[in-house]
């Protein structure tokens, strides 16, 4: 059992290409979501999804967007990259945000340079 | 507007040392969350807080709640080396369009 998967570990990107991060849990948690941790910030919540289906704007959605076509798979994809979306995306999944614990599980991270 | 605030940022102790961390936050929540962070790697599930009083331990750590202060804290009994480490909280709010918030984290880097 994988847990959380993410693909790329690590890209190296110009500036105005456009880049999908991949995301894929095999734990049937409803609740998945994309983070960007930077030094110093701490991890910033960019789109959620609380279910298939659905999605929502974090704290940082510009220049994101997510789609949510089944419960395992939630893409992140920069339309055109610039450089300050240098950072490591941390991927997560919960079983619900209804649940009593509503516990995040994290993939292992992309780190991702736009130059 | 959910804020989570944890002290100090960076801290270094010896080993043998006691020390406490400390996370609060500005609204109602009934979720808090603590997680491990090594260098270079993913973030690790260390304690979830669910209710007031409540009070969690794992080997040298232990994570408390105060609901009323919005206040949590993660203190290390007997540092060793190994628990050097970046330390997250995370809260949630009550409405249950709030999202988990973390703050920005304590760096513990423990002096062998």
């Known amino acids: 059992i994988a847990g959380i998967t993410q693909a790329p570990t690590s890209q190296i990107l110009a500036a105005g290409r456009r880049m999908t991060l991949r995301c894929t849990q095999d734990m049937r948690h409803n609740a998945m979501y994309w983070y960007r941790q930077d030094l110093g910030l701490g991890l910033r919540l960019i789109h959620y999804?609380?279910?298939?289906?659905?999605?929502g704007k974090g704290e940082v959605p510009d220049g994101y967007s997510v789609s949510r076509a089944n419960t395992d798979d939630f893409p992140l994809t920069l339309a055109s990259a610039v450089p300050s979306q240098t950072s490591v995306y941390f991927c997560?999944?919960?079983?619900?945000?209804?649940?009593?614990?509503?516990?995040?599980?994290f993939g292992p991270g992309t780190r991702l340079t736009v130059l | 507007e959910l804020k989570v605030e944890q002290n100090p940022l960076f801290l270094s102790m010896q080993e043998g040392k006691n020390y406490t961390i400390y996370c609060n936050y500005s609204t109602t929540s009934d979720r808090l969350y603590w997680y491990r962070q090594d260098p270079g790697k993913s973030l690790e599930s260390l304690f979830v807080l669910l209710s007031n009083g409540a009070v969690k331990q794992e080997g040298r750590l232990m994570a408390s709640l105060d609901t009323k202060a919005r206040l949590s804290t993660l203190h290390i009994t007997a540092a060793v080396h190994d628990l050097s480490a970046t330390y997250f909280c995370?809260?949630?709010?009550?409405?249950?369009?709030?999202?988990?918030?973390f703050g920005k984290g304590t760096r513990l880097h423990i002096l062998p």
């Open positions: 995370a809260v949630l709010g009550v409405n249950r369009d709030d999202k988990i918030i």
């Open positions: 997560a999944s919960s079983d619900s945000v209804s649940s009593s614990y509503n516990e995040q599980f």
């Open positions: 999804s609380n279910t298939a289906g659905t999605t």
